[in-house]
Nanobody, 129 residues
Framework: EVTVEESGGETVQPGGSLRLSCEVFGLGVGDYGIGWFRRSPGKRLEEVSMISSIDGSVAYGDSVKGRFAISSDKTKNTALLQMNRLKVEDTAVYYC??????????????????????WGQGTQVTVSA
């Protein structure tokens, strides 16, 4: 069973930077994906970024393209999300998901809490002056 632990969320001023970490446990053999998602109060779960184990290919949600960067350390089963030029609208609880690549791709295409059963506690990011 896959479990994830997110960390790194803080309160930061607009324009600032943060780096989130997702530590993944229980990944089996085979291709996998690790993704970041977020939920702001009153809004739907939103895709943020995803990385594939096949070739390291990445994807970003439209609202974070050019500002966020995802990377992974396979030896540590850790994915990092570097967030730059943060905006007030980036305020959210950020969640990590990991699993077989097809599962993550489906989750990416249709982010729903009930479509994945290994969510972590999330990490709160607050962007405020």
């Amino acid at each position: 069973e896959v479990t994830v632990e997110e960390s790194g969320g803080e309160t930061v001023q607009p324009g600032g930077s943060l780096r989130l970490s997702c530590e993944v446990f229980g990944l089996g053999v085979g291709d996998y994906g690790i993704g970041w998602f977020r939920r702001s109060p009153g809004k739907r779960l939103e895709e943020v970024s995803m990385i594939s184990s096949i070739d390291g290919s990445v994807a970003y949600g439209d609202s974070v393209k050019g500002r966020f960067a995802i990377s992974s350390d396979k030896t540590k089963n850790t994915a990092l999300l570097q967030m730059n030029r943060l905006k007030v609208e980036d305020t959210a609880v950020y969640y990590c998901a990991a699993g077989p690549l097809t599962q993550l791709l489906n989750l990416w295409m249709n982010p729903q809490f009930d479509a994945y059963n290994s969510w972590g506690q999330g990490t709160q990011v607050t962007v405020s002056a």
